[in-house]
């Protein structure tokens, strides 16, 4: 009887961190490599953004229902742009521009991807985020969406967490990055 009521008490703990702490993911498509690829577990950390804002070069996952998808699902991308930024591509020289300056992607782009094949410039709104994959050729982001009802911007409340940890296939274990994007000179 006591180890049916410890069984039962840890899988209430491990449903209650579930549920507020730390969430498992399963990714569905190569929309982020070489990060990410299809089939890769994740654990994404769901407290990261209680005490700490979404910041430039985050990997989020978020709910796309009525910003990428009339249904229910989940998406991870990484942030380009936060309320009042202006993102545009590209520059003279090939580069995505956040308010002005052209930034280096080098660390995280797909080998061999463009920034981007559609131009645009958008004005994120306060409240809002927009977001792109890593593999610009392989990933439905914010630029697929323009035309859409949300602009292709994501809303800061649709954010579940930060991805933080690739957790299988035990080949591919390994930490999650932000990155800092560096102007380009």
């Given at each position: 009887m006591k180890a ?7 899988i209430f703990?491990l449903?209650?961190?579930g549920?507020?702490?730390v ?5 569905s ?5 070489p990060?990410?690829k299809?089939?890769?577990r994740?654990?994404?950390n769901r407290?990261?953004?209680?005490s700490a804002r ?11 229902q009525?910003?990428?998808s009339a249904?229910s ?6 942030v ?6 202006r993102?545009a591509?590209c520059?003279d020289?090939?580069h ?6 052209a930034i ?8 061999g991807?463009?920034p981007s094949e ?10 809002k985020l927009w977001?792109?994959?890593?593999h610009?050729?392989?990933?439905a ?19 579940v ?13 390994q930490?999650l ?6 102007e380009?000179?």
């Amino acid at each position: 009887m006591k180890a049916l009521l410890v069984a039962i008490v840890g899988i209430f703990l491990l449903w209650l961190c579930g549920l507020f702490v730390v969430q498992p993911f399963i990714i569905s498509s190569d929309s982020m490599q070489p990060a990410l690829k299809s089939g890769d577990r994740i654990l994404v950390n769901r407290t990261a953004y209680w005490s700490a804002r979404i910041a430039r070069g985050d990997l989020i996952v978020f709910e796309g229902q009525d910003s990428f998808s009339a249904e229910s699902g989940s998406f991870v991308k990484r942030v380009i742009g936060i309320g009042g930024d202006r993102i545009a591509c590209c520059t003279d020289a090939g580069h995505l521009s956040i308010n002005g300056a052209a930034i280096s992607e080098s660390s995280y782009l797909y080998p061999g991807d463009l920034p981007s094949e559609v131009s645009f410039d958008v004005l994120v709104p306060d409240g809002k985020l927009w977001v792109m994959g890593d593999h610009r050729s392989e990933s439905a982001d914010s630029r697929s969406h323009l035309g859409d009802p949300g602009g292709g911007f994501v809303l800061e409340s649709k954010v579940v967490g930060q991805a933080r940890l690739v957790i299988w296939p035990p080949t591919r274990w390994q930490p999650l990055d932000s990155y800092s994007f560096k102007e380009l000179n």
